[in-house]
């Protein structure tokens, strides 16, 4: 061996062992294997559905530009309030990790020409959201949601088939008990006369209003329906509704969403105080939760205004989202469901060419699509034996020295405690043929 250069010493890089082990941030959990499973039945329902009611899938960037946020969601909603999480980039851009989709959807919408397609635009997406808030049950700062938009349409039809997709994803899965509830909070032309009626009559109260609401009354009365304190609860069941005020078109509207909802049989409440945290709604909002537990799983609602707010051609449009998370915890609380797809065959090799050769036999039988296990890690024949056998597998294929100079292999059916030595070249063939006789999907 040559000399080490001089420098070795200087180059040799530094191991610094950390005095403890660092955590994930606040509020962000990792997505463990088993519950990453859950996560992909639950996908997959989304997925279905979306198929079904013609949803192509759409991905966004998980940064976007904060202003997007700002005009989008709104200067006064909670969200670009309080809970943003932004950024500098190095060259000076102001970016935020998008707390929602549909600004994000409507910017792709835009930037992408898609208001030359055929209408409605039917968009759907699963994927992370960041908010900065305080971590509880069913709320994290990042979360997954996954969100439907149809865009181009004004017929209350489309605020219906939104909830109704929503309702039969929880129903698909087996989420039991549900309750939609249901408002309207009107249009330009109607709502400025009930918000003002509103700020009169919290102003006349705002002696029992809490320090947030004080504030949300200087900036959006509406807001103050939306307060989740205790101590602003009974005010509100006075307050006046947006019922009341409705303009000719918004009345029609909502009566025919209430309409259809009857018609297909859908479990609904109307809640005068339901606004929703967004700033960009229009006529119907709506959430979905569960009749014993006042967690939202699902909210959305119309929003009108908000394409031509980001630059667009007016274009009416609705959807909705639901929170991953909160799904995830209802299933795992209330269904015991086997996730695991059991392998079918368990490959052990015993030493150095046995391994080789084993490598080889694992991709055969993967070619073949036989789901097979293995513990090569383990050295001995009696540990890789023991968990075959935790993993319930029927046939174990065994290669040692001696069948991996000879190019066989033992399979071993573990049911019946017998064993044979099968040639290399036809084990897939054989394991096919017994796994057909017994009944067995390979994958
Ligand atoms: P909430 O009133 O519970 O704060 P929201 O109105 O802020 O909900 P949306 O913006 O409508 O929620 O988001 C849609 C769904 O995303 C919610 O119904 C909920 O299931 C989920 N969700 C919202 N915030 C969180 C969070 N911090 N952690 C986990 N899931 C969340
Ligand atoms: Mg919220």
Redesign the pocket.
Known sequence: MGRRPKDYMKNKIKRVKMKSILRAPKGMPDILPEENLLRRKIFKAVEEMANFYGFGQIETPILEETKLFLHGTGPTSE?VQKQMFTLKTPGGDILALRP?FTPNIIRAYLENGMSNWSKPVKLFSWGPVF?Y?QPQR????Q?W?CNFEILGSSDPIYDVLTIQIFYNLLTELKIKNLLIEINTIGCDNCRPIWQKNLKNYFHSKQKFLCLDCKNRLKTNPLRTLDC?KESCQSLKEEAPKMIDYLCPECRKHFKQVLEFLESMGLPYVINHNLV???DYYTKTVF?IRKTDDN??????GRYDYLVEMLGGKSTPAVGG???V??LVELIKKSQKIDLFVKPKVFLIAIGELPKQKSLKYLELLRKAKIYTAESFAHESLKAQLRQADKLEVRYVVIVGQKEALDDTVILRDMKASTQEVVSGEKIVEELKKRLKNDNINII
């Open positions: 969200i929602e908010r808030e069913g709320r994290y700062r979360f949601q989740k929703r945290g967004l959430e967690i939202a799983l699902c909210g959305g989202a639901a929170g998370e909160r």
